[in-house]
């Protein structure tokens, strides 16, 4: 088993200062998982440890929402030896499968991001597969952010669990310091 942990620290992808998370809510430390998984060999081992984790449910897809959820979504699937697509973002910010992709071929699919915070997206990517006649059967992420153990009432698991301390825009102490905002991740993919 990789140790995430160490891993965070070695690559830097732990970031100090004043964010804008994509719940909306502000926290004084950000994970930057692109950084972490910039490692192939990392992405790799991390991946084949979330497979291991995920192998007990028999998926037959792994779903990740755009863009945090591609790269380990896709090492996870590689490692399970069974296909992989991802979700995105129409112009109406609805969580979409597009590209061609197909889910209602598959209905034991498991979801893999890389942090989850509040699981907001896992749950978008949940009702978007419904919505295309698939199944989900498990969610998980490299990251946990959040206590939880379960996802609209599905099994939710992770490498590991740091628990974030977040703020509401009017009660953060950043804010009220001025320490200037930054928007290090964004939901939106490119068209
Ligand atoms: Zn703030």
């Not at 998980?140 to 992770?158: C, D, V």
């Amino acid at each position: 088993m990789v140790n995430v942990e160490e891993l965070l620290k070695d690559t830097g992808a732990l970031l100090k200062g004043h964010f804008l998370l994509s719940s909306g809510l502000h926290s004084d430390t950000y994970i930057q998982c692109a950084k972490l998984l910039q490692k192939t060999r990392y992405a790799k081992g991390i991946g084949n440890d979330l497979a291991l984790k995920l192998q007990r449910f028999d998926p037959d897809c792994v779903v990740s929402p755009a863009i945090g959820g591609i790269v380990i979504g896709y090492e996870v699937a590689r490692s399970l030896n069974i296909s992989f697509m991802f979700a995105e973002r129409d112009s109406n910010d609805v969580m979409t499968f597009r590209r061609g992709f197909d889910p209602a071929n598959f209905k034991r699919v498991v979801i893999v991001e890389d942090v989850v915070t509040t699981g907001k997206s896992t749950q978008e990517v949940i009702e978007a597969l419904k919505r295309r006649n698939s199944h989900a059967v498990a969610t998980s992420s490299i990251i946990s952010r959040t206590e939880m153990n379960e996802i609209n009432g599905l099994p939710f698991l992770s490498l590991i669990t740091l628990p974030l301390k977040s703020y509401t825009p009017e009660e953060c102490p950043l804010c009220k310091n001025g320490v200037p905002l930054s928007k290090p991740g964004t939901r939106k993919i490119f068209n």
